[in-house]
């Protein structure tokens, strides 16, 4: 019926559309499209925690929308990537790639992240030589620093022709996602040719990604994880698409995530200067019991934990900016209750989460839910927070590369507050306010001040 309903209102539609000479007919049967695939993906917005455990529980044996509801160039992106995929294709693929990632891999590359990031913020002071004041774009100025220390993850170390490639793709494939986010008849594959310089992007960045992904794999073979992925993809059962898409998720996809992240964490740190200092002293007592017993691995694992301020400082970010407003689609194997009317949801309904409804809930973080207070995350328990707080996905599955946004975001931290203090400018309430218009995700446009300590 809801179907029928929604062809009627195309057929309507495409009425008004026929007397109109302003829209082209490729235009209208994209609108169409729309007004059908809005019938057919439909989906259940949870606002409720409880509802969340009852349905995230198992997330594990959750099914992703196909290609997130994306469509057709969607897929050629990242349709296969780990992030996207479900069941046993899922959890083989993860088998492949979590050791690197996980909490204890992470802290392996604890070295390597702080000195990609001190050789990033020095190269920033460098730019600005000669200032006492300098003034750094929370967005543009930090972007490629999440993105040069995944990039050692996966490659090892890169020459500098290599590292000039891997950022002119970027750019190259940017065009191509950004249509991909925009729908209409390119959710399908037949609509391809009425595209030929889509088409042209789409087949020039696929050929270049695998070409650039190959020869630093035969250079580096497994002492490269995208030597051991594309090794492993030889001789199944993971994909070579499915590597190459998860590589592309990684880097690419996830650039605006991480620069997302990031970008509201140190925004909102230049607008609160005691949080600032309370981090300060913490880790300046933590560097001084390092250094008093000779003991390096101190310092790890100050920047390691998860109940310091550093720590809460990024938490807190996270909660207030959420980077998406809801979550990727996925249906739970089996039915489920939910709601104050005990609604029976059948198996197979997709559900989405309301972001700011979890991170903001005044029942569970309080009357000053809006607030930025870093205290608060003592005042909770982890098991408590787990279906109240959304950042990297809720039950069992979870981001693979958690733990290492973590220690980029807090290494960085540590750079900047070791010789100075970030200040906000008299854009920065606007920029709290406001988020940049030609991004998929949550993400501010404002720049901050930089101060060297006396």
Request: charged fraction near 20%.
């Amino acid at each position: 019926m809801a179907l029928a309903l929604a062809w009627l209102e195309a057929v309507a539609l495409l009425l008004l559309l026929a007397l109109s000479t302003k829209i082209s007919p490729r235009d209208a049967l994209s609108w169409i499209i729309s007004i059908y695939l809005r019938q057919k993906y439909r989906v259940l917005v949870l606002t409720r925690s409880e509802d969340v455990f009852e349905i995230f529980r198992d997330s594990h044996n959750h099914i992703k929308a196909p290609a997130n509801h994306s469509g057709w160039l969607f897929a050629e992106l990242l349709g296969d990537c780990l992030g996207l995929i479900s069941g046993a294709p899922y959890k083989t693929l993860h088998a492949a790639l979590k050791e690197p990632f996980n909490q204890r891999g992470s802290a392996g590359q604890l070295a390597a992240i702080q000195d990609v990031t001190s050789r990033h913020f020095r190269a920033l002071l460098a730019s600005q030589p000669d200032k006492q004041d300098r003034r750094f774009h929370v967005v543009r100025d930090f972007e490629m620093l999440p993105f040069r220390v995944v990039a050692r993850m996966l490659y090892g170390d890169l020459s500098d022709h290599d590292e000039a490639e891997l950022q002119a793709l970027i750019g190259f494939r940017a065009g191509v996602f950004r249509r991909s986010m925009q729908g209409g008849l390119l959710r399908f594959r037949w609509a391809i040719h009425l595209y030929p310089s889509v088409k042209r992007s789409l087949r020039g960045f696929q050929n270049r990604w695998a070409d650039f992904n190959m020869r630093i794999a035969r250079r580096n073979g497994d002492a490269s994880l995208v030597g051991q992925l594309l090794r492993q993809a030889e001789i199944g059962p993971i994909t070579a698409r499915q590597v190459h898409q998860t590589l592309d998720e990684m880097l690419f996809a996830n650039l605006d995530v991480a620069a997302g992240s990031l970008a509201w964490h140190l925004l909102l740190l230049s607008a609160h200067p005691d949080a600032q200092h309370v981090i300060r002293t913490e880790a300046a007592q933590a560097q001084q019991n390092s250094d008093e017993t000779g003991d390096p691995a101190k310092w790890d694992a100050y920047l390691c934990s998860s109940s310091s301020y550093l720590a809460s400082a990024v938490l807190e970010a996270a909660r207030l900016k959420p980077l998406a407003a809801f979550t990727v689609p996925q249906a739970a194997p089996t039915s489920r209750v939910v709601g104050p009317r005990q609604f029976v949801v059948p198996a197979g309904m997709s559900y989405i989460v309301d972001t700011q409804a979890i991170n903001m809930g005044q029942q569970f973080w309080g009357a000053d839910a809006s607030a930025y207070r870093l205290e608060r995350w003592s005042e909770k328990r982890a098991t408590d927070v787990r279906y109240n707080y959304w950042r990297f996905g809720f039950g069992p599955r979870n981001c693979l590369g958690r733990h290492v946004a973590d220690l980029v975001m807090k290494c960085l931290t540590i750079e900047i507050l070791k010789a100075g203090q970030l200040v906000a400018g008299p854009e920065t309430s606007r920029a709290l306010g406001e988020r940049k218009r030609d991004c998929w995700i949550a993400m501010p446009d404002a720049s901050v001040e930089f101060r060297k300590l006396d």
